[in-house]
């Protein structure tokens, strides 16, 4: 399968308002080639708010963020199979943003600085 990666843009561009209200920046690299398994990325950042949305040609997604009131980790693996799955993705991600509602299926953890103990 190859996951229509162009359409990454204009999904982030949808929930501009989202965006906006949230003072989120995206920023979206170019599609790379990546050693024969294209991929597209995609890095957003705010006051509150950092993280990546990766996809490859293949549907496999990978969405990693951090809260940064909290430093909470909040990331969540995606399979998808077209632009429906992309829309969902990103309503995941906006809900998440704007209404603190974590997807479903999504990991919850707390970053530990490098060299800090696990509490």
Known sequence: MDF?????????????????????????????????????????????????????????????????ADDRIINKHYDLCGPEDLDRMMTEIATLIADNHIPPGAIEADWVPQGQPNS
Request: proline content about 6%; overall charge negative; cysteine-free.
């Open 4 to 68: 229509p990666l162009e359409k990454l843009p204009d999904a982030i561009a949808a929930r501009a308002d989202t965006w906006t209200r949230a003072a989120l920046v995206w920023q979206t690299r170019p599609v790379s080639p990546n050693h024969g398994t294209a991929t597209i990325i995609s890095d957003f950042e705010s006051e509150a708010w950092m993280g990546t949305v990766i996809i490859w040609a293949t549907g496999e997604t990978e969405f990693q963020s951090i809260r940064l």
